[in-house]
Structures are given as structure tokens and as C-alpha cells.
């Protein structure tokens, strides 16, 4: 039986949601499967520093945040900033590697693949390394020397990895892995699916149910803007306000609640709110995007955030079924068109059913279950493209530490 350890970080829900779907579909197919949060290996403080910065620049600073995010994919495997991002963890990581004896270990999260990369480069390791892009694009903390495998969303991303040197033979095409129960819930007929569960929620049937979804954080903002929203288009359609871990927004909308208003905090059964919403105001989060584009749902993505948000808003942009506004006035524009117009949203969905990769999970799972079953060759870039190939010469004390723990 083979053993896999699927490395994720809870920054956001994103990367946890592919870590569990893969470790669903790995399990069906017969294997043992570790999951693991790299972000609590680290020390308190600084997970919770990082944890806030995140959040905060997301929500208050999304311009500077996406200088980060560029200027850390920019920065080179070798480069000292990266180098010590790389050895974060790293002790953890190696007794978890001893201790399980995975045949493959996957990540959701670039950052532990790079600490994996360091400890193969030293000779900790030899287990292949495979890596689970979440994003319709490609951070540059995903190139290492030590990957095996990628496996990423689309064509577009495979290309920017090949122009940073990776090996053709290195890249899957795969979409990206969305949770069973999306998958399980697109069987049989959507249309008399929705009808059932509407009556179950008790939504009415004659007006479009419109799902405003801030997140697992609930970073959205513009509340008083919404509001007036919610007022101006509740008689002419149904508002479910997925507000998440954010009090404060389920706080501020209890006075809305109505026949058509309906106030939520943190709910598991998205896939349910996906198959009776007509339309979905979000954010544009590559597993979410995923998510609704599997279920057939048009997308109306409120102001993305530079960086990854950027390309995934592009993404569902040109595959035609998602609008994008900046501002909640055009965010008000949208609504009321595609709520006058239910031909625009029945070809949304077309266009999304044209796309979804439902079976991504399933494929990604057998990729990485056939690699465990035989030799693996370590693999690098092509020669003359990046010079990470090249070891350098590490600080041993901590490498003597993990090679004999107490």
C-alpha cells in the first residue's frame, strides 16, 4: 500500500480544500495519506505574525500586498531570501519524513516544497517531490531543483513553467482538484437538484438566488455599500450572505434578514449554496473559482487582488463565465443586468460546464500513486536555465540536529 503525505498551509482555506480533495481521491484509489499543515511546524510567533500580516495587507493594503507576492516570485530558488524561507520547518519536516516513510510527498503550498528541496539537496531525502498549483498562474517559490512533478490548472500555467525551466515531462495538465462532494453533487440532473434544495432551504423558485461569499476569512469589505445593494435589488432577487469566520459582517446584516435575505456565518456544505445560486459574488480564489466552474455557476468577482487574484479573475474572465467589478457600483451594474437577463446566465453556465475539469482530483491521485510504484530519478532544470541545480554548501548544525533528534 502506498503512503503519501500532502503538505498544505492554512493560509486561507484554498490550499486545505485541494489538500483534502487529492487525499479523498488517494484513499479511494488505496492509499495511506498524511496530511499535514506546514504553518503550525513553524514557531507561534511567527505564524501568527504571518497569519495577520496576510490578512491585514489582503484587506487593507491589497496594492502593497501584490508588490510582495511579485517580488517574492521574482526572487531566485538560490537567492538568500529564499534560501531561508527554505529552511523553515525544516526540522519538523524531517522527523515527519522519518517517521511516516511516505513513497511521495505533494504540496499545496510552495513553501514546504522548497524545504523539501533543501533536504534532498543535502542527501536528508530522496522521496519524490510533486507539487499541486492552486492558481491559475504559477509562482515563481514553485521552481525548484528538487521537484519531480507539477501539476497545474491549464495550458497557460504549463508554459510559464517550461519558460522558468522546468522539464516538459515534469508538468501535468490536470485542472485544478475540487472536493468530492462537488463532484458528486454535478451528477444526475443540476436543474431538478436546485429545485429540491431550494424548497429545502425555503428560497423561492421565481427569483434568482444570488450567493455573496467574502471567503473562509470573510475579507470583503464595503459593507454600508452593500447594504444599500441588498435593499435596492432584494424584490427582484433572493440574497444568501455567506459571511464566514467575519462576525462583524453577520452582525451588521442581521437587521436585512427577510424572505429574500438570508445571513450565514461559516457553512460546510457549499456545494449546496453553489447548486441553488444562480450567481455568485466572490472572490477570486483559484480553488473557488474552481469550485463554482465544476458546479456550472456564473461568477461575479468583486475586485481582485493583485497578484494570484489577478490571473484567476483573467482565467474565469475569458472563458466567459464570470464578470468582473472593482467597485460596488459596478458590481450593482452586473447584478442588475444578469438578473433582467437569464439567457446571459444560462450561457455562463454553458461556458463553465465547457471548462470544469471535475475529474482533476482523481487524475492527480493516480499520477502520483504511479510514481510511487517505481523508480523515480531525481530531476532538475535544464542546464544553463537556473543555476539552483547547483548545491551550495549549507549550515550543517541544523542537519546534524535532524539526523539525530532526541
Partial sequence: MSK???????????????AIAVAEALKQQGATVAVADFVEWLNPALRSF???????GVQKAPALYGKFYNSISKAPPISSLQRRIHHLGWTRMY???????????????????????????????????VGILTDYTMHGQWI????????????????????????????????????????EAIEGDLVAKRRQLREQYHWRQDLPLIVVMGGGAGLFGDMGEWERVLRKHQQQAQF??????????????QHLRSETVQILGYVTEVEQWMT?????????????????????????????????ED?????????????????????QVVIGQLTDSPELLEQMRANARAHRTPQAAAQIAHAILAMSERPHPRTGLR????????????????????????
Avoid at 50 to 56: D, G, T
Avoid at 311 to 331: D, I
Fill in 4 to 18: 503519501v503525505l500532502i503538505l498544505t498551509a492554512s493560509f486561507g482555506d484554498g490550499h486545505n480544500q485541494a
Fill in 50 to 56: 504571518a497569519k495577520f500580516s496576510l490578512i491585514q
Fill in 95 to 129: 522527523r515527519t519524513l522519518r517517521t511516516f516513510n511516505p513513497d511521495v510527498v505533494a504540496s499545496t503550498f510552495p513553501t514546504p516544497a522548497g524545504v523539501l528541496s533543501e533536504l534532498r539537496a543535502i542527501g536528508a531525502t530522496a522521496v519524490p517531490s
Fill in 144 to 183: 525548484q531543483a528538487h521537484a519531480d512533478t507539477y501539476f497545474v490548472a491549464t495550458t497557460e500555467v504549463q508554459q510559464e513553467l517550461l519558460t522558468h525551466g522546468v522539464l516538459p515531462q515534469q508538468v501535468e495538465v490536470t485542472g485544478i482538484p475540487v472536493r468530492q462532494r462537488f463532484v
Fill in 240 to 253: 444568501a450572505i455567506i459571511c464566514g469566520h467575519n462576525e462583524r459582517w453577520q452582525r451588521r446584516f
Fill in 276 to 308: 441553488m445560486a444562480d450567481l455568485l459574488i466572490t472572490k477570486a480564489g483559484g480553488i473557488t473559482v474552481s469550485e463554482a466552474m465544476t458546479m456550472e455557476l456564473p461568477m461575479l468577482l468583486y475586485r481582485p487582488i493583485p497578484g494570484q
Fill in 311 to 331: 490571473h484567476n479573475s483573467a482565467f474565469a474572465l475569458q472563458a466567459g463565465f464570470a464578470r468582473l467589478a472593482n467597485n460596488v457600483k459596478t458590481a
Fill in 383 to 406: 542546464p544553463g536555465v537556473n543555476r539552483a541545480v547547483k548545491v551550495r554548501r549549507v549550515n550543517r548544525t541544523p542537519l546534524r540536529d535532524m539526523m539525530n533528534p532526541r
